[in-house]
């Protein structure tokens, strides 16, 4: 059985249709990446999973259950974009709050290391870079030892010393047996850590595999020339593309 | 179940009182204000009440509005606006710790603020009151946070997160002095004693000048009815703009 599964999905806000009819399935112990251009409809679809707003059509299911439920949130954690965090908490203040949630939390300590956060646990949000900020937020998603993450974005605006940093701890939870859906915009991302790849598009899934597979359809060497590939079958224009 | 409320709360206070803008200006400036007006003109009296005395239930007013509507207004609008209470809304935390967390802060630092007046009241401006008078006041006062707190939450739902501690003091500030809570609502000019009837804020004050024998103009019984309307009101106000929020646009 899938941990989250999406079913024939659309989500309509108002006049705008953000999904227009999407399956997709996250298996266990399996790292799903999500790509697709800026409006694709990736956000819309973590936020259905994370039972933030309710699909206008179709079925989400986390763990068999309404991902808007405490059983499938008790389960689940997840990184998502957000533009300011309270910067007068510790990092480990931030982490034992957070661990508070939940029935079975990783021991503070863990967590702590596991996000690499031995050093800077006693300092405040506010007084720390960029690289560290998204380490704390992997902390307070993984601080629940979740089955299963929802990383949106996770690295965007990291220098690549962080990036790849970020990148072990996320290897080092799927190693663990977890499973994880990431959306990026960085396609060297997706193949670095992916076991399969959706791409998404206009709020349609335009292409699905692992990232070989992907790249081996649209006979290019990069997944980056793949979905740039995907994109110009769909009839989007180069420049759309690329921004 | 019940310690993920008292650690909810516990972290908010932390996180209010390292929060300067909040910390020190709730408490600053309604001691300031009593300094002023209160103590520095303490010795005349006001229908048979001292100054210093009646000054220190409306600044007690003013002061737990203040720390109630900056908590919620300010404090749900930027963390609304900014992402983070969706990352809250995401994690297993009952949505009810967070709102209760809110009205810890307030209600822990309105009462820090009428501790602190009424210590001023009684040292430099020779307040004396039976001590079951000090207690009936310090509590009015303290729950008078209850209908501010309503009223803090609406406009945290609605107001975007860099306007909304514009808007809390476009609020705050003049509901303060219309409600009669810098200067005896006496001295206001008679249109605008008759407008006071719709603020909040001078029900309260009325309540608490009550509390201390002052003469007040209605009944008790009749403003405790409309801050009950107002709380309820803006409490549904509030509700609207939490549910709305969830159904935000995002691509």
């Known amino acids: 059985m899938p941990v989250a599964e999406l079913r024939g999905v659309t989500k309509r806000y108002g006049q705008v249709e953000a999904l227009r009819g999407i399956d997709l399935s996250i298996e266990p112990g399996e790292l799903v990446a999500l790509l697709g251009p800026n409006g694709a409809g990736k956000t819309t679809a973590v936020r259905i999973l994370l039972g933030l707003t309710p699909p206008t059509s179709g079925e989400a299911t986390v763990f068999g259950h309404d991902p808007a439920s405490h059983r499938a949130k008790l389960r689940r954690g997840a990184l998502l974009q957000v533009a300011k965090v309270p910067e007068t908490l510790t990092v480990r203040e931030h982490i034992e709050l957070f661990s508070s949630y939940y029935e079975k939390p990783l021991p503070i300590a863990f967590t702590i290391a596991a996000a690499g956060l031995e050093p800077i646990q006693n300092r405040l949000f506010g007084a720390l870079s960029g690289g560290q900020r998204q380490r704390v937020l992997f902390a307070l998603a993984i601080c629940g030892n979740p089955d299963l993450l929802f990383l949106d974005e996770p690295t965007v605006g990291l220098d690549v010393e962080s990036r790849r940093a970020l990148w072990v701890r996320i290897r080092e939870f799927v190693g663990r047996g977890g499973s994880v859906l990431l959306t990026t915009h960085y396609l060297e991302e997706a193949d670095a850590l992916a076991h399969r790849a959706a791409v998404i598009d206009r709020g349609r899934i335009a292409a699905e595999g692992t990232p070989a597979e992907i790249k081996a359809r649209t006979r290019t060497s990069g997944l980056e020339d793949a979905f740039l590939a995907i994109m110009r079958e769909n009839g989007n224009a180069p420049e759309e593309v690329l921004q | ?251």
Do not use: C
Request: net charge positive; aromatic share 14%; no cysteine.
């Open chain 2, 1 to 251: 179940m019940s310690r993920v409320y008292w650690m909810e709360s516990k972290m908010e206070l932390r996180k209010m009182a390292r929060l300067k803008q909040y910390s020190l200006s709730t408490v600053a400036f309604p001691l300031m204000f009593y300094i002023f007006f209160g103590l520095v003109m303490g010795s005349s009296s006001l229908g048979g009440v001292t100054i210093s005395r009646y000054a220190l239930a409306t600044y007690g007013a003013f002061g737990v509005m203040g720390a109630t509507l900056y908590a919620f207004g300010a404090g749900v609008a930027v963390e609304r606006g900014l992402g983070w209470l969706e990352v809250k809304r995401a994690s297993p935390m009952p949505p009810a710790a967070y709102f209760v967390a809110k009205g810890v802060v307030s209600l822990t630092f309105g009462a820090l603020v009428v501790t602190l007046l009424f210590a001023l009241g009684a040292i430099f401006g020779g307040v004396r009151m039976p001590a079951g008078q000090w207690l009936a006041m310090w509590g009015v006062l303290v729950a008078g946070a209850i209908p501010f707190g309503a009223i803090g939450l609406a406009i945290g739902s609605f107001a975007g997160p860099n306007s909304a501690a514009n808007i809390v003091n476009m609020v705050y500030l003049p509901m303060g002095f219309l409600g009669g809570l810098w200067l005896p609502i006496d001295f206001l000019p008679k249109a605008l004693q008759h407008f006071a009837v719709w603020l909040p804020s001078y029900h309260f004050g009325q309540i608490a000048l009550a509390m201390l024998h002052a003469p007040v103009q209605g009944s008790v019984a009749g403003h405790v009815e409309a801050l009950i309307g107002f709380g309820l009101v803006f409490a549904g106000v509030a509700w609207i703009g939490q549910s709305r929020d969830r159904e935000k646009m995002y691509g």
